[in-house]
Each structure stands twice: as C-alpha cells, then as structure tokens.
C-alpha cells in the first residue's frame, strides 16, 4: 500500500493534457498514467481538475520569512513548492567581520524586520539555521555581500580584492549556493566594472552553476545594460538568468520586442540565457533607487548628514528630475509608498508621493529625501513603471519563467506579487488573456526552471521524480479581492511537497515539508 493515490486528474506532462492518476510513496512519485490499480492510505479524486509538477519561484526574497518563520504560506498557496532565494545581490550570507556593519545596512534597506543575529558567515551558516523550511529552497549568493565582505561599500577595489571576492565566492559555491545574483543599481555593486563580473562569472561556470542578474538600468540605459550582460554570457559561457525582466519608463514603453531580440539573438548564438518575470506592471523596490546614483558613493549615515545640507539637497533634487532618473520615470503620482520604518510614517502606506507630499504641503521630492533621512533608507517604495503590452510578451516569450520578486514587509504594504504571482499568471494571463497554451504555461513554472536549476528530479511527474505536485481547477483560479493595490487570488486545490500534502482544498495545513536542493 502507497501513501498517496491522486486519481482522474488531467495530467499536465510536456506539451500534452491526459487523463491519469499519479501515485506517491515516501516522497516519491511510483506511478504515473492512466487506471492505475494501486492501493493508497489516502486518495485525492481530482476529478475536473489538473494535475501538474510543483511551481519553480525564480526570483523571490522569502530568506528572512524562511530562515525566522517557517510556517509562512503565501508561495504554497499558489502552488509554488520551490523558491529560489537570494536575488539581486541580497542573500543573508557572506557577512564577515570587518565590514558587519554595511551588510546589515544594505540588507536591512530591503528585509523588514532583520536584526543583526540574522546575519550568517557563510552558506554552511544559512544552511544550519534553515533547518526545514516549508518550502523547497535554492539559494544564490549576493555579489554585493560578496563586495561588502572584502570591500565594504567603497567603489574602488584593487586586483586582490577581486580575487579575495572570488575565492569567497567559490566558498559558497563549494557550501551549496546554486550560483550568484547581482544587485547592479545598489551600493556598492553598481561600481562593479565588467571585468569584475566576468571574472566571477567564469568562475561560476567552473562549477556548472548560475548567475542570476539585476541589470544596471531597466529603463532609457536598458540596451546598454542588457548588452553588458550578454556579453559577459558569451565570453564566460556562464548560465545566465535576467531578473524580473522589464522596460521601465513610460518614454521607454513599447520596446520590449527589441529586448527580446537581443535576448533571443543570443541565445541563437549559443549562450545560456533565460529571463524571469512578474504579472504586474508596478515593482517593489527600495526608496535609496529614487537617488542619483553620484549619491550613493557615501556610507548611508553619510549620505544623510548631507541630505540635510541645503546646498548639496537641492543639487540631488535638480538631478531627480532628469528624463532618465527614477524619480521621473513615472512621476510622483506613480511611486506610491509601501512600508514605512518609523510608526510616525505608518499613516503614509498605500499613499503616492504626489497625494502624501500633498497631505504634508511639501514637494514629492523633499518628501523622499526626509523618508530618507527619517528612515535611514528603508522605506519601500512601488514603482508604476511598465507597459502592459510589453508585460504580455516577456510572459509569453518561450525563455521566460515565472519569479514573484515578492519581498515580505510585516510592518507595511507587500507587493500583491509575493502571494499571487502563480494564480494571477494563471487564472488571468493563461486562462482570460491567452498568451501561451496551459501547457506552455506550466513549463515555465516547472521544469524549464528545473532543468534552468539543475535539478532533475523536480519540474514533471515523471516515474522516479520528487513528489512536488499541484492540483487545481482553472476556472476556480480568481481573483477574491482587489483594493488599489492590494488584491487576493485563490484556487489551488491541492499541493504535494516532497510527497506530503500541504495544501487542502486551499489551505495550508501547517505541514513543514520542505527541504534545501542543491542542483
């Protein structure tokens, strides 16, 4: 007798839908297709439902909610059952000594909530206080702890300490990190030249490993920033990921086909290229992103004394208005505040810089500039800044995966992607707007990333496989609640994480099933 029989589903399994059952033991799937005549302990009649591998979140930020609260559900109930954590430079890990002080700031301007006991030495220390998520877990190391641990936030670094970065990076390589991730429009990896990345990503090839990307510029320097990545893709050889991909600015809308023609082009030319995406047009980021990037050369505590300098203040302000800053991508009226530090701030979530700068009768831009200094730079911020033409195709493009980008903020407003990312792409995307077939879709969420990951036993329900599974009803995929910004969809039936059910009719039964892959 089996533990788990999931019967008269229609099975999801490469380009094709059929009806079948799939039967799991221990962790395991053992059976897989149709009138299976075996003996389970439990049976889930999936009857008019789908039957599909577990979700592959590509880009999230779930490291500090897994590492401190494992009983978290928010990717579980979409049906995701693997997150991909330390994206865009930020990962809990590498954090030495000398320069403890700079990684907490820079991780404390995107994690609500981190404390410095937070902190680990290395992969081996995440790894240890880890212990069993509730999720699968994959994890990068971030180029900009990786620059902070030799180099602290200094923009200039000598041949040695480049090296010093990569003999660090092979160390957490060597501990179980899945690759690297850049953060290129954050101090201090925005000094980054491109030798310094070739030269770590080549060493990421060496163990066969990924390195993910946070470009410079999503915005008017896109074709530049883009160029750099690819061409460190096809000198290195490395496994390239782009990060939420995007055009940004509404002067820049309308210019995703060129993207994916470069990318694309690539591509055809041998590289290891993918990309990742979120369906919605606004981000979440940091408020520090609104500032000239001149004005992150300083230390943060640096960086506000002199915002408090008349002169130097009103210079930074004349630069937030140029066509290509980010300030001015969207305006005020499309930069809506998501979560305050100080309680005295609270009153400002949900709100635009335009309707909180005219609540307090100031300018937007002084506003940001006294959140800055209030908050030492943790206010998070969205940004309303891509087309939704353009959002379409980098959903639909064959290279494209799924990542929510989703960032936890406990004290303020999170982003709607950090709980609805799979449901929305799904129950709107897939099933109303029709950009690629339930099939294709699937793919993108399960065994493209998979194979992207390398990890084999994951992405299809193959004989032999872990046993990740998700069962849903495409017509029960909808959206339950929407208010500005916030919104809920719901509708995944059922989730096997390594062969434990987790998900039932909906919900999270507090099972902890998951487990740290290394590909």
Known sequence: MIDLLIRNGELISGDKIVPGDVAVDDDV???????????????????????????????????????????????????????VLGNCGFSLFPVLPNHRDEAFDFLASLFDGISRDDLCRDMTEYLRRLKKPNVNAVTLAGHNMLRIGVNGNSAEIAPQGVEAMAELLDKQLAQGAAGMSTGLIYLPACFAV??????????????????????????????????????????????????????????????????????ERSIAEGSNVSFDAYPYTFGNTTILTLLPNWVLNDKLPVICDKLGQPAFRERVKVDMLKPSAAFSGGGPEKIVIAACN????????????????????????????????????????????????????????KYGFLGSDGIPLPGGMSHPRLANTFPRFLGYYVAHEKICSLPEAVAKMSALPARKLGLPQRGSLAVGNAADIVVFDLDKIKVQQQDGCREQWRGVDYVVLNGKVVIEKTEHNGLCAGRHLIG
């Open 29 to 83: 799937i053992v059976g897989s297709g149709s009138h299976l005549s075996i003996t389970a302990r439990r049976i889930i009649d999936a009857d008019g439902m789908y039957v599909c591998p577990g979700f592959i979140d590509m880009h999230s930020h779930s490291d500090l909610a897994l590492l401190n609260n494992s009983g978290v559900d928010w990717k579980l109930r979409q049906g995701v059952t693997t997150e």
């Open 194 to 263: 491109k030798d310094e990345l070739l030269m770590l990503g080549r060493r990421i090839k060496k163990r066969n490993k990924m390195m993910a990307w946070h470009i410079r510029d999503e915005g008017d320097g896109q074709s530049k920033a883009l160029e750099e990545v690819l061409d460190i893709a096809k000198s290195s050889g490395v496994s390239t990921q782009i990060s939420h991909l995007k055009v940004s600015g509404r002067r820049n809308h309308g210019r995703m086909p060129l993207v994916l023609e470069s990318i």
């Open 342 to 397: 100080e309680p005295r701030n609270a009153e400002l979530h949900g709100l635009s810089l335009a309707e909180a700068a005219g609540r307090q009768g100031c300018d937007a831009r002084d506003l940001v500039l006294d959140l800055i200094i209030q908050e030492k730079g943790k206010t998070s911020i969205f940004l309303f800044q891509a087309d939704e033409q353009d959002l379409r195709l980098a959903l639909g493009n």
